[in-house]
């Protein structure tokens, strides 16, 4: 099979809609979108953050109606506060330096509570699920500049879930103990296990599992011979939102009479996690607030690029690009200030003859960018959305139909609070999934390829035909 890559930027995350019918903004649209919504609009959220309003307001003489009604680039904001930032370490003024960081760090965390708030709606896009199935079949090294983790959830639900679970883990007096099971470690509900899938190696690693969360030490956690990286792995050029590094700020209070602890080596640990903001409070762990490992949209990006992950991870992208036989570009429109992706292509595709080159996005004036970029001479498969190129391989790949839509009369009256149950794929026995709803939220409601464990231990994925409604009584 020939040697596919994939490319994706903000525009695929576009065809993701949440309950207002609302898609995860992009860098002109971000607090247009935001503030849209309530709770980051609520007065308490704006004073958490009010020093990134009156930074804006102070700068760009922009006030927080203005930001809910008005285009505003974050990618100029980032820089200039960046460029601030070094002249306040060059003069040598501390307090200006705390003062811009922590400016800073709230936008970044501003970013990540909004981004991940979308994640969820994922998982109900008919568009994405079938995107899964196509890089199933395609098996492509897939490189994407977006920061949340939404192609994670469309990795993982493609791959499905393990149906075999190790006794270990249906045994709670062995993951009490100091060090877990080998046999814990290296299981995983998702095939697609994220700690092996973006092609560099940890030093903390949540595992992905249901329950209580664990943690393990990337050492053991890849020593053992099931946890190897993945052959294909999803390449996040300017980061993620569940990498984490610490911060050197304490989360929690030393006690009288201790000693203040301190980071020492752990200040450069990366660490996988699940991300969880409320109201611009960033996440913490073992005591520290942890930061995620994002590169702002700064006009200048190179020297990050030379830093721990990404330096490894934009060698991949450049031996991927340099091999393959097909592109497949998704959503990325290559801003004028884009210097260092365009030189990706121009140096990995120098003495690369593509022998296909698909572009998917409603401008057709990127065909012509892309091309020159890619040194390519052929004819470029252009398509204005991502449904028209998947349904170009629906030949191959068996895609589902858009679910259809519900009139306002054919739904049901009924408002009253239902459980969710269904009954175990492997042995029969009824059960509630966790989820209330009612008959008429659960009629427009997409269900697909959520994982569930049944009270005898077996694990399985369901979608919304598997489920059925019970009334709480």
Request: charged share 25%; aromatic share 10%; proline share 5%.
């Amino acid at each position: 099979m020939k040697k596919v890559v994939y490319m994706m930027g903000a525009g695929l995350n576009q065809v993701v809609r949440d309950r207002d019918g609302d898609s995860p903004p992009l860098l002109n649209n971000f607090f247009n979108i935001a503030l849209k919504k309530g709770k980051f609009s609520d007065v308490h959220y704006t004073d958490h953050i009010r020093d990134v309003y009156d930074y804006i307001q102070t700068n760009f003489r922009k006030t927080r109606d203005d930001l809910a009604n008005d285009p505003f680039d974050l990618e100029m904001c980032f820089t200039y506060l960046e460029r601030q930032i070094k002249h306040a370490e060059r003069d040598g003024n501390r307090t200006e330096l705390e003062r811009l960081a922590n400016i800073k760090f709230s936008l970044e965390s501003f970013i990540a509570e909004v981004l991940s708030s979308f994640e969820y709606f994922a998982s109900r896009s008919n568009t994405l699920r079938n995107l899964g199935k196509v890089i199933l079949h395609e098996n492509p090294t897939i490189i994407t500049f977006n920061y949340d983790c939404i192609m994670e959830r469309v990795l993982e639900s493609a791959h499905g879930v393990r149906l075999s679970v190790p006794r270990a883990f249906m045994e709670p007096d062995s993951l009490e103990e100091t060090e877990l099971p080998d046999e814990v470690l290296a299981y995983s509900h998702c095939n697609w296990n994220r700690p092996l899938g973006y092609g560099f190696k940890f030093d903390e690693i949540q595992l992905q599992q249901a329950g209580i969360s664990k943690f393990a030490k990337g050492v053991r956690f890849y020593s053992l011979s099931q946890n190897r990286l993945h052959a294909k792995p999803l390449l996040k050029l300017h980061g993620s939102l569940n990498w984490f590094q610490y911060r050197p700020v304490r989360s929690s209070t030393t006690r009288p009479g201790e000693t203040e602890p301190m980071l020492g080596e752990k200040e450069s640990e990366i660490i996988l996690k699940r991300g969880t903001w409320w109201f611009n409070r960033p996440p913490d762990h073992n005591g520290w607030f942890i930061a995620p490992m994002i590169i702002t949209p700064v006009l200048y990006k190179d020297e990050y690029y030379d830093m721990k992950p990404f330096v490894d991870i934009w060698e991949l992208a450049q031996r991927a690009l340099s091999k393959c036989a097909k592109l497949v570009i998704i959503g990325y429109s290559f801003s004028p200030t884009d210097f260092s992706t365009k030189h990706l292509l121009i140096e990995s595709l120098v003495s690369n003859d593509l022998e296909e080159l698909v572009v998917v996005n409603p401008d057709h004036n990127t065909v012509k960018i892309v091309k020159e970029l890619c040194h390519f001479n052929g004819g470029v498969a252009w398509y204005s959305s991502l449904d028209d190129y998947l349904q170009s391989l629906s030949g191959l790949v068996k895609l589902e139909s858009a679910p259809e839509e519900i009139e306002e009369q054919d739904l049901p009256k009924d408002t009253s609070p239902h459980d969710v149950h269904t009954k175990c794929k492997t042995c029969g026995i009824d059960f509630p999934v966790g989820i209330r709803t009612n008959p008429r939220s659960f009629a427009t409601a997409q269900y697909s390829g959520n994982v569930h464990i049944c009270p005898n231990g077996h694990v399985n994925s369901y979608d919304k035909s598997d489920y059925m409604l019970k009334k709480v009584n």
